[in-house]
């Protein structure tokens, strides 16, 4: 019988890598100020600045004069108390939320909307941002942190600023336990075992390939099945570059 795969594995969703999203505590969207947009824009106050274990970066709860809260990725420089703004004419200050046609060229923006109204799906890590980058008739370009370039409808909403809690990589894991528990607490898969130091039986990079057979071909054949399709597959071209 064939063997059941990694990702079989993680599909059918058991224990070990299962995310625990029962300690998941908020939902972040824009939906508090869904029903604000025909206003020129309405006052909010930073109450709180808490920890998700789902996310990376702090979350600001913030409450706004109509009453309603919303959950965002806290920007950098806001403490708690701080008057923050959203529509289409609020001040250009972190922490304000503003439709993309309302921004200038040049400032830094996260937690993006791909289509009006989804409430962000981009640019949420700690430490991150994008830039608007030009403004277009019917269009604006932003560059993301991976240095792409993305054109979205002027309506889409986003947050100024950068995202808080940019030197978490700074900080060395030292532990190994400390690692379970980043990974466990997103339900990733970890300690993951070379394929090398595996079994012949239990990959195709297995047995004793360490040593004695390094020759072994990495490009994976064209027609190989799931679970032999490992290492460079429709690779055009292996090996370093030559200059």
């Not at 994976?220 to 030559?242: E, F, M, W």
Request: charged share 30%.
């Amino acid at each position: 019988m064939p063997k059941r795969l990694r990702q079989q594995r993680a599909g059918k969703g058991t224990s070990v890598f299962r995310a625990p999203s029962f300690r998941y505590k908020y939902k972040v969207k824009y939906k508090a100020i869904d029903e604000l947009e025909a206003q020129k824009y309405v006052e909010g106050k930073v109450v709180d600045i808490v920890h998700d274990s789902a996310r990376s970066a702090p979350l600001m709860i913030i409450e706004y004069v109509n009453g309603k809260q919303a959950f965002l990725p806290a920007a950098y420089g806001v403490r708690v108390g701080d008057k923050v703004f959203a529509g289409a004419q609020a001040p250009i200050q972190a922490g304000n939320v503003l439709p993309l046609k309302s921004i200038p060229a040049g400032t830094e923006i996260y937690n993006i909307e791909l289509k009006p109204g989804d409430g962000g799906k981009i640019v949420r890590a700690a430490g991150s941002f994008a830039k608007v980058v030009s403004h277009e008739e019917d269009k604006v370009i932003i560059k993301l942190p991976s240095k792409v370039f993305k054109t979205l409808n002027p309506n889409c909403r986003a947050t100024i600023g950068v995202i808080a809690g940019f030197g978490r990589k700074e900080k060395p894991i030292v532990k190994a336990g400390k690692n379970y528990h980043i990974k466990r607490a997103r339900g990733k898969y970890w300690p993951r075992v070379s394929a090398v130091a595996m079994n012949a039986i239990s990959h195709p990079f297995g047995g004793k390939r360490r040593s004695t057979q390094k020759s072994k071909k990495k490009v994976a054949p064209r027609n190989a099945p799931p679970g032999k399709k490992v290492g460079s597959i429709a690779a055009k071209r292996t090996g370093r570059k030559k200059r």
